[in-house]
Every structure is written in C-alpha cells, then in structure tokens.
C-alpha cells in the first residue's frame, strides 16, 4: 500500500483518466440514485385523514390497470360493518368519477388527473377537507368546489346579489373549521349512504356533519330565517341559518349561530360548467372546500362512479390495531392498508410518470457503470503497457507478480475511493437542480421534492470502488506477467496488440452477430427487432475488439493520398507502429459513434414504419379525437350522429385463469382477441365470466375470436358509467362540441408518435449525451498519457529540423486518423444493423419503409471527439515547447 500511495501522489496525471471516469461515474449514480430514492409512491392527499385504508382484492393478473371494485351495495355494506369496530369514527366509501371544468368551452386541469376528480361529498372527511364557503350539496346538480376548480370564477353567477360567484380568499380560523369539516357524528348518529345521499337523512342520522352557513337544517326541521325557496336541507325544507349544532341533533337553526358572518348563501355562490362523461353539464355551487376535486351528494357520486375501489377509515385510537381488527372483519373480501401500504394506492397515471423518470434513471446508472468500467480498463491497459520497463524494474529487484498485481490494484483503489468523496457529494448536490427539469418534461409528477437519501451517497462509493477494481483486473494479471528483462528493453513499436483472447473473443462476437442477422428472417416477428439490437451490439463488440487488426488497411487506405508528403508519411508511420495507441483512441468513438446510429436510426425507423402502419389501419377520413379531456365524452360522439365505443376494462375468467382486457363497447355480443382467447383456453361457444368494473359480475358465451375484444355497448354503459370514447372516425363535417376537436387521421397518428417520440428523444439525448462523455474522458486521457509518453521522439524531430508548428500538425493528424478510423468502423457496423433491423420492421407491418440514416447525431458526436482528440494531442505539446531539444 505504501508503494501504491507514493506512486498515486507522484504521478497523480497517469491515473487522471481512472479518476475523472470514477468521479464522474459516482456522481451520476449518486444523483441519480437520489432521484429514484425520492421519487416514492404517495398515497393520495385525499386520504390524509384515513391512516386505514380497505380496498377490494387483488385479481391476481399482474396488470395494475387490473383493480377489482365493489358495487355500491357490496361497498355500503362492508363500509357498516367496519364503521361498527372499535376505534373507527367513520367508514367511508369513496367512489371517484370523472369532471373536467369547462371554461369558455375549453376544458381546463390535467385530463389524466381529472379521471380522479369527482367524490362524493361525504369522502371530504378522508383527506380532512373543510368547507370554505357555503354549504355542503343536498341535491342532485349541487357541487362543492375545491380550491384548485374554485379559483377560477364560475361561467355564469346565479344571482347577482355577488359579483364574485366562487370566493376562495376567506380562508376560516382554525375554530371555525372544526364545525365545517364533513366528518362521522358518533355511532349513534351515523347513518347508511343511501340516508345521506338522499338529502332526507333523519334526525340524528346524517352520515356527515356540515353546521352549514347556509341554514340547512341537520335534524330534519325546518329552518327559520331568511330563506330561500327551491333549496332542499338534509331534513327538510328552507335555506336558512345555520343548524345550532354539529352532532346532527340539534333543532331549527337560528340567524344569530352563524359561525362566520359574510359567508355568502348558495344563492349567490353561482353555477359552473363541467364536462363529464355524459356530456356537459352545469352544477349550481353550493359552497368551496380547502382541498382538490368536485363534491357532489353521495348518490350522485354514486350514480356516476364505477364502483368503489376505497373505504376510508378514519380513527381514534391506534392506526395499527384498527388495520389488525378490519382484517379480520374484510378477510378475503379486501385488502386492509395501513402506514406505507397505502402508498400503493397512488393514482395509475403518477406512477406511469415516476415508472418513466425512473427508467431514465436506472439507464443512466447502468450505462454510467459499463462506461466506468470500460474507461478505467483501456486507461490501466495503456498505463501499464507504458509502464512496462518500470514494472519490470520491480520485478528485477524482486517484486513477485502477485506484489506486483496488489500494487496496482491498491492504485485503483486509493483513486477511486478519492473519486468517489468527491463525487458522490457533488452528484447528490446537483440532483435537486435537475427536479424541476424532470417534472417539465413528464419524467416526474408535479410536486416531487428531492430528499436527503444517505443509502446513494455510501451505495455509490461502494459502487465506484468495485467497478473500478473490476475494470483494473485485466491489466494488472497481464502487468504481473512482465518479465523482469523488460526493464533493460526499449523499442518505439508496440509489443503484441491482439492477444489470443482478444482474437478469439473479437471473432465469436463477430460471427455470432453475423448468423443471428442472418437468421433474422426466420426468426417471429416479435423478437426481430431486438434480435437485431442483440446482432449490432455483438458487432461493434467485435469491431472494437479486432479493432488493431482492422486500423492497420484502414490506415494506409486513408493516408494513401498524403503518403508522398513528410507529415503524410509521419502520420503513416507513427500510425502503424503505435497500433495499440490508436485502437484505443479509435475503440470509444468506434463504439458511441455506433450506438449514436443505432439508436438513433433504429428509433427513426421505426417511427417511420409507426406512421405508416397506423394510418394504414383507418380510411382517409378526418377523425374527432380528445382535446385537452382524457376521451370524449357521450355528447361528443353523438353530436356527430355517431354511437360512442365506450373503452372500459374487464376482468375475464374461464375455469381457473383469470386476464385483464381492454375492450370497446361495440355490436351485441362478446368476441375476444387472440391473445386473450389463447391465454383462457376459451373460444367460440364457450362461456366465460366478466366482472365489469363496478363490481358486478355476468356470464357470457364467446361469439367471436378475432383482432379485439368488444363487448356489448349497452353493458359498458350500464356498467362502467364513467368510460369515454377513445376516437371516432368522422363520416361527414365534424360538429364543434367541448372536449373534442377534428383533424385528418395522417396528422393524427403524428401527434401521438410526436408525443411518444419526445420522452424517446429526451431518452436518446440522456444516454447518447452520457455515452460521449465518457468518450471524452476515453480519448482525452489516452491521447493526453500517449502524447506525453512520446515527448522524446517529438525532441527526436525538432532536431532533424522540424519546427513546433510541423509537429503539431503531425499529432493532431495522428488523432484526427484514430477519430476518423473509428467512426468509420462504428457508423459501417451500426448502418449494416440498421438494414437488418428495417428488414425486420418491413416484414413485421408488410410495407417498404425508407432507411433513416441520424447524420445530424452521428456528425455532432464524431465532432465532439474530433474536437477533444485534437486539443488533448495537442496540450502536452504545446506545455512543452520550451522544454530544450
């Protein structure tokens, strides 16, 4: 270890290149290990007042688009038992559905996120959200607006006794919204869903408490004060003052128990125009909560949801011991959640974003080991092939190979543990600059925060340390075989560059690359494309590995047009002596020039193919698709005399199998696609079940095996009352409706592939960015250590008469030939996989499609490592310059 450190401390620049390809391999792993760690599923903020959690079974598909749900029935039912436990204040079911606000027609928020927006009133307790503003809804058509709806003003005001038809500025003290708050009442004040929903609760039975502002009596008297006719309370009639009490006991209300003067009367808070699955609808407002979402009456909710897939509890007593006692009362009928369990009841379309960020991620870090790896391997190979009459000295004097290979395996050691304190640190400081980016472009969800996450900072020390010994291993077997008579050697041509492991290895990757693109056209349709992913990366393996074999033709057809020239006949010469030297400048831009082509032209291709196959599938039509809205909704489709192909997912199973399906609500019978029919065993005639996906279950007999599954349309309907359309195909004029906008099909498809092709893009940019940047590092510090191994034989010319200038030129032709000879070597390798890949795609979608060739790319990488070739050739001699010939 002593020989090791003083060898790092006095020629620290040697071990440059390991160092900077370690720091820079611990930084990107620490960041982005930092990242994932704190991009962790979150169970909605909706129920942060529930610590328990219910949710019907698992179906067992491993799909997460596959999520059983009760029926209202089986939900309410369940839901009274729970409420009946000790410790449980209030069992809650919460059926969601979609609303979307509309403003001047156009519809505003997140379409994704607006699939969750509508609850029912009563499930505001689950996230302890409390009214703002007015009351709660008592009617069909009443909504309670949350703030983030409720800050945009309403499209019309229903009365103009206010100019502001949403208030959301007036935010109540926390004593005044203890008594606004929808919550359980006690157990002998809590009644059944369908009492609460009905807006006729009895007294002493509402489900939820709301001492409404607006007068509404909770006890089933009348309300005395100022009325206001055409409202309905929870127990009679009247919109009066506020109810005297908040268990749901007390008698008529009074004027003067007004728990926040000013608040305004639901007369005055205006009506707002949502859109929904039917259709637009307009909503009178009833009063503003302080949390997200729609609030309708339980039985509206009820109404428009399909199913629940949640019961709420909220508790008194401890979280742990109710989840142990609802498990026994669920048993198989549900899954009780508790602590992080309930974070896997975050929204499917966050955890698609955080899956995609988290992809990126986890490509980053692995290409930044291999990239490691490969580096600190060519950078200890090169080292040790100019340390050879030092290593040799050590052996002379007595140093064993195992001594010799401790040595350098300590090197590495010490200068990644360096690395690594320096990288790790500077990886986990640069991760919370890169959160708002990724939540910009989709690869995170709004909101996400970068915490502190200790297991990155140690995981990727650790990590650079073994993957730098393990790039080191190589070289120091083949350093510990040194001869000691080498140190009394000296020849400017390198000694043996291929050895018999190279040749064997470079030319098994090469034939199995060749055979498996041979085999291509037999092979299924399905692996084709990756069969020819699998073949380009044998053969650049291959290439890079026989790389020395191949420079040396390569060499002398490049230089031929110069040879007659003194710096053409250098540049040869030194070319063909240093082999070694050039295939290791030429082997990193020989393999990110290709992936650069590959990737890149692979993605293009397909894109290609994409567009052409999609279109194909549908007429020269104009179609109606989403616009701003997750589908279209029902008065969308049939204002273009159309009837909707409602899109809803099925639970199918025959004997003992179960799958998960996408179906459209399409004819009058049920027909599956192949796939499916193949995995349940099922075809024409036989009968299956289908559990819908609000809950309810039927059996029917197959009709049909063929290219989808389709159901019924009225049974999508009656079930899934929520399910949108997903695009219609226009047979004349399209009619303007919210939600929906028209446009030539061909241009369609090319939005969607745009819109998939952006996150590829920022994939490619991400990986092809890292990849150059170890190139870099690759040939910068081989041309830095080469350039400054051959000082003496640049003295050597100055004083045959060759000024610094004419030096100069022959470095950095000789840097420019080994960038020049390996990209040509990757972009051939990487174009010849290309064929085969298309050829794959061709037979795949039956069409010719066009070869997409990535120049652009391929000339900003090749220039990139041109560029850092040249000034990394040139530093060590211009540094030395004034050194005396």
């Given at each position: 270890m002593?020989?090791?450190?003083?060898m790092?401390?006095h020629?620290?620049?040697?071990?440059?290149?390991?160092f900077v390809?370690?720091?820079l391999g611990?930084?990107v792993?620490?960041?982005?290990?930092?990242?994932?760690?704190?991009?962790?599923?979150q169970?909605p903020?909706?129920?942060?007042q529930?610590p328990v959690?219910?949710?019907?079974p698992?179906?067992?598909?491993?799909?997460?688009r596959?999520?059983?749900s009760?029926?209202s029935?089986?939900?309410?039912?369940?839901?009274?038992?729970l409420?009946?436990l000790?410790?449980?204040t209030?069992?809650?079911?919460?059926?969601?559905?979609?609303?979307?606000?509309?403003?001047?027609?156009?519809?505003?928020?997140?379409?994704?996120?607006?699939?969750l927006?509508?609850h029912?009133?009563s499930?505001?307790?689950?996230?302890?959200?409390?009214l703002?503003?007015g009351?709660?809804?008592?009617?069909?058509?009443?909504v309670?607006?949350g703030?983030t709806?409720?800050?945009?003003?309403?499209?019309?005001?229903?009365?103009?006794?206010?100019t502001?038809?949403?208030?959301?500025?007036s935010?109540?003290?926390?004593?005044d919204?203890?008594?606004?708050?929808?919550q359980g009442?006690?157990?002998e004040?809590?009644?059944?869903?369908?009492e609460?929903?009905?807006?006729t609760?009895?007294?002493?039975?509402?489900l939820?408490?709301?001492?409404?502002?607006?007068?509404?009596?909770?006890?089933g008297?009348?309300g005395?004060?100022?009325?206001?006719t055409?409202e309905?309370?929870?127990?009679?009639?009247?919109?009066?003052?506020p109810?005297s009490?908040s268990?749901?006991?007390g008698?008529?209300?009074?004027g003067?128990?007004?728990?926040?003067?000013?608040?305004?009367?639901?007369?005055?808070?205006?009506?707002?125009?949502?859109?929904?699955s039917?259709?637009?609808?307009?909503?009178?407002?009833?009063?503003?909560?302080?949390?997200?979402?729609?609030?309708v009456?339980?039985?509206?909710?009820?109404?428009r949801a399909?199913?629940?897939?949640?019961?709420?509890?909220?508790?008194?007593?401890?979280p742990?011991r109710?989840a142990?006692?609802?498990?026994a009362?669920?048993?198989?009928?549900?899954?009780?959640?508790?602590?992080?369990?309930?974070?896997?009841?975050e929204?499917?379309s966050?955890?698609?974003?955080r899956w995609?960020?988290?992809?990126?991620l986890?490509a980053?870090?692995?290409?930044?080991?291999f990239?490691t790896?490969?580096?600190?391997s060519?950078?200890?190979?090169?080292?040790?092939?100019?340390?050879r009459?030092?290593?040799?000295?050590?052996?002379a004097?007595g140093?064993t190979?195992?001594q010799?290979q401790?040595?350098m395996?300590?090197?590495?050691?010490?200068i990644?543990?360096?690395?690594?304190l320096?990288?790790?640190?500077?990886?986990?400081?640069?991760?919370p600059?890169l959160?708002d980016p990724m939540?910009?472009?989709?690869?995170?969800?709004a909101?996400?925060?970068?915490?502190?996450?200790?297991v990155?900072?140690v995981g990727?020390?650790v990590?650079?340390l073994?993957?730098?010994?393990?790039?080191?291993?190589?070289?120091?077997?083949?350093?510990?075989?040194?001869?000691?008579?080498?140190?009394?050697r000296?020849?400017a041509?390198?000694?043996?560059?291929?050895?018999?492991?190279?040749?064997?290895v470079?030319?098994?990757?090469?034939?199995?690359?060749?055979?498996?693109?041979?085999?291509?056209?037999?092979?299924p349709?399905?692996?084709?494309s990756?069969?020819?992913?699998?073949?380009?990366?044998?053969?650049?393996?291959s290439?890079?590995?026989?790389s020395?074999?191949?420079?040396?033709?390569?060499?002398?057809?490049?230089?031929?047009?110069?040879q007659?020239?003194?710096t053409?006949?250098?540049?040869?010469?030194?070319?063909?002596?240093?082999?070694?030297?050039?295939?290791?400048?030429?082997?990193?831009?020989?393999?990110?020039?290709?992936?650069?082509v590959?990737?890149?032209?692979t993605?293009?291709?397909i894109?290609?193919?994409?567009?052409?196959?999609?279109?194909?599938?549908?007429?020269?039509?104009?179609?109606?698709?989403p616009?701003?809205?997750?589908?279209?909704?029902?008065?969308?489709?049939?204002?273009?005399?159309?009837?909707?192909?409602?899109?809803t997912?099925?639970?199918?199973?025959?004997?003992?199998?179960?799958a998960g399906?996408?179906?459209?609500?399409?004819?009058?019978?049920?027909?599956l696609?192949?796939?499916?029919?193949g995995?349940?065993g099922a075809?024409?005639?036989?009968?299956?079940?289908?559990?819908?996906?609000?809950?309810?279950?039927?059996?029917?007999?197959?009709?049909?095996?063929?290219?989808?599954?389709?159901?019924?349309?009225?049974?999508?309907?009656?079930?899934?009352?929520?399910a949108l359309?997903g695009?219609?195909?226009?047979?004349k004029?399209?009619?303007?409706?919210?939600?929906?906008r028209?446009l030539p099909?061909?241009?369609?498809?090319?939005?969607?592939?745009?819109?998939?092709?952006?996150?590829?893009?920022?994939?490619?940019v991400?990986?092809?960015?890292?990849?150059?940047?170890?190139?870099a590092?690759a040939?910068?510090?081989?041309?830095?250590m080469?350039?400054a191994?051959?000082?003496?034989?640049?003295r050597?010319?100055?004083?045959?008469?060759?000024?610094?200038?004419?030096?100069?030129?022959?470095?950095?032709?000789?840097a420019?030939?080994?960038?020049?000879?390996?990209?040509v070597l990757g972009?051939?390798?990487?174009?010849v996989s290309?064929?085969?890949?298309?050829?794959?795609?061709?037979?795949e979608?039956?069409?010719?499609?066009?070869?997409?060739?990535p120049?652009?790319?391929?000339?900003?990488?090749?220039?990139?490592c041109?560029?850092?070739?040249?000034?990394?050739?040139?530093?060590p001699?211009?540094?030395?310059?004034?050194?005396?010939a």
């Amino acid at each position: 270890m002593t020989a090791a450190w003083a060898m790092v401390r006095h020629r620290f620049a040697s071990f440059a290149g390991t160092f900077v390809a370690v720091f820079l391999g611990v930084a990107v792993v620490a960041g982005s290990a930092t990242l994932h760690l704190s991009s962790r599923p979150q169970a909605p903020a909706r129920y942060d007042q529930a610590p328990v959690l219910v949710t019907p079974p698992d179906p067992g598909t491993g799909d997460d688009r596959d999520r059983q749900s009760w029926t209202s029935a089986q939900a309410a039912a369940l839901a009274a038992r729970l409420d009946a436990l000790e410790g449980v204040t209030a069992a809650v079911p919460d059926p969601w559905f979609y609303v979307q606000r509309l403003d001047a027609g156009r519809p505003t928020g997140d379409a994704q996120a607006s699939l969750l927006d509508g609850h029912a009133w009563s499930s505001a307790a689950l996230g302890g959200y409390r009214l703002t503003s007015g009351r709660a809804p008592t009617a069909t058509g009443e909504v309670v607006i949350g703030t983030t709806a409720a800050s945009d003003t309403p499209s019309r005001p229903s009365s103009t006794k206010t100019t502001s038809a949403i208030k959301t500025d007036s935010r109540p003290s926390e004593t005044d919204r203890s008594d606004k708050a929808p919550q359980g009442t006690g157990k002998e004040s809590r009644a059944s869903t369908n009492e609460s929903t009905s807006g006729t609760g009895a007294a002493g039975k509402a489900l939820i408490t709301t001492p409404n502002t607006s007068g509404a009596p909770t006890n089933g008297s009348a309300g005395s004060g100022s009325t206001t006719t055409g409202e309905t309370g929870s127990g009679g009639p009247g919109n009066s003052g506020p109810a005297s009490n908040s268990t749901g006991n007390g008698g008529a209300g009074n004027g003067a128990s007004r728990t926040r003067a000013g608040t305004a009367t639901a007369s005055a808070m205006g009506t707002v125009v949502v859109l929904t699955s039917a259709g637009p609808e307009e909503w009178r407002v009833t009063g503003t909560v302080d949390g997200p979402g729609f609030y309708v009456t339980d039985r509206d909710a009820a109404e428009r949801a399909s199913g629940v897939q949640v019961i709420g509890l909220t508790v008194s007593g401890d979280p742990q011991r109710v989840a142990d006692a609802a498990g026994a009362v669920v048993g198989a009928e549900g899954v009780v959640r508790s602590g992080a369990e309930r974070d896997a009841l975050e929204p499917g379309s966050i955890t698609r974003i955080r899956w995609i960020g988290a992809q990126l991620l986890i490509a980053l870090v692995t290409l930044g080991a291999f990239a490691t790896v490969f580096v600190v391997s060519s950078t200890c190979a090169l080292s040790a092939a100019q340390r050879r009459r030092e290593l040799g000295l050590l052996r002379a004097v007595g140093a064993t190979p195992g001594q010799v290979q401790r040595m350098m395996y300590a090197e590495t050691a010490l200068i990644a543990l360096l690395a690594g304190l320096l990288g790790a640190p500077a990886g986990m400081a640069a991760a919370p600059l890169l959160a708002d980016p990724m939540i910009s472009t989709g690869l995170e969800p709004a909101g996400f925060t970068v915490t502190w996450q200790p297991v990155a900072l140690v995981g990727a020390i650790v990590l650079g340390l073994f993957v730098a010994l393990a790039g080191v291993t190589a070289a120091a077997r083949r350093a510990s075989r040194i001869p000691p008579l080498e140190a009394l050697r000296e020849a400017a041509a390198d000694p043996r560059a291929m050895t018999p492991a190279r040749w064997v290895v470079g030319l098994l990757c090469g034939a199995a690359g060749g055979a498996l693109l041979a085999a291509m056209p037999s092979l299924p349709l399905a692996t084709r494309s990756s069969a020819g992913m699998g073949a380009a990366m044998l053969l650049l393996s291959s290439a890079a590995l026989l790389s020395p074999v191949l420079i040396v033709p390569l060499v002398r057809v490049v230089v031929r047009p110069w040879q007659g020239t003194p710096t053409g006949m250098l540049v040869r010469e030194g070319t063909l002596t240093g082999v070694r030297r050039v295939a290791s400048t030429a082997a990193p831009v020989l393999a990110t020039v290709g992936l650069t082509v590959l990737l890149a032209g692979t993605v293009a291709t397909i894109e290609v193919a994409t567009g052409i196959d999609e279109t194909a599938r549908y007429p020269a039509a104009d179609v109606l698709v989403p616009d701003g809205t997750p589908g279209l909704s029902a008065a969308a489709v049939t204002a273009q005399g159309a009837h909707p192909e409602l899109t809803t997912r099925l639970l199918i199973t025959h004997g003992d199998r179960t799958a998960g399906r996408s179906a459209t609500g399409r004819g009058d019978a049920l027909a599956l696609d192949r796939l499916s029919a193949g995995e349940l065993g099922a075809g024409v005639g036989d009968t299956v079940t289908i559990r819908f996906v609000d809950g309810a279950e039927t059996k029917l007999p197959v009709a049909a095996v063929g290219d989808e599954t389709s159901i019924p349309r009225r049974l999508v309907r009656q079930h899934d009352p929520d399910a949108l359309t997903g695009m219609l195909v226009l047979r004349k004029p399209a009619v303007a409706v919210p939600g929906a906008r028209s446009l030539p099909i061909h241009e369609f498809v090319m939005e969607e592939i745009d819109q998939e092709g952006r996150l590829i893009d920022l994939f490619l940019v991400a990986l092809i960015g890292l990849t150059a940047g170890y190139t870099a590092i690759a040939v910068g510090n081989t041309l830095l250590m080469a350039t400054a191994a051959r000082r003496g034989e640049f003295r050597a010319l100055r004083l045959a008469g060759a000024g610094t200038g004419q030096v100069l030129r022959v470095v950095t032709a000789e840097a420019l030939l080994a960038v020049v000879i390996g990209a040509v070597l990757g972009g051939l390798v990487a174009v010849v996989s290309l064929v085969g890949v298309r050829a794959a795609v061709e037979d795949e979608i039956g069409r010719d499609i066009a070869l997409v060739l990535p120049w652009g790319a391929t000339a900003a990488v090749t220039t990139v490592c041109a560029v850092l070739a040249v000034v990394a050739s040139a530093f060590p001699l211009l540094k030395s310059r004034g050194t005396p010939a």
